[in-house]
């Protein structure tokens, strides 16, 4: 794999662990565990906009599967939500589903505004 790839994947990998953290923060109230969503959400929104700056331009291949990721992780966030909600209780199912959608759709919008300035046109993804 290619470093563009490779940072790519990392910051992918670290908004799902920050995703989960903070599912499990908002249902258990656990401070500490939000504290470590936040710094690895964070870090890897920093990870994917040093992507962007430094290493997408060239890769529009990754850039667009990068995305495909991102709207499979949104389209498939009600279903996570639900099952929180059926394993917990429905009130952490609504957060869940806050969260994913909320972190993700936000990762979504910044890959949607750079596509276009780094020369990267957006694509469907190839299924569904």
């Not at 992918?12 to 470590?36: R, T």
């Not at 949104?74 to 917990?88: E, Q, R, S, Y």
């Not at 952490?92 to 596509?115: E, F, N, P, Q």
């Amino acid at each position: 794999m290619s470093a563009g790839a490779d940072t790519a994947l990392a910051a992918l990998v670290l908004g799902v662990v920050a995703s989960i953290l903070g599912i499990i923060a908002g249902c258990s109230a656990n401070p500490y565990v939000g504290i470590a969503a936040g710094i690895v959400g964070v870090v890897a929104l920093a990870l994917l906009i040093l992507w962007l700056i430094f290493c997408a331009r060239n890769n529009c291949a990754i850039f667009n599967w990068a995305r495909w990721i991102v709207i499979w992780i949104l389209m498939i966030a009600p279903i996570v939500g639900i099952i929180v909600g059926i394993i917990g209780t429905p009130v952490c199912g609504i957060i869940a589903t806050g969260i994913l959608w909320g972190y993700w759709g936000l990762v979504l919008a910044i890959l949607d505004i750079a596509g276009p300035k780094i020369g990267c046109p957006l694509s469907p993804p190839p299924f569904p």
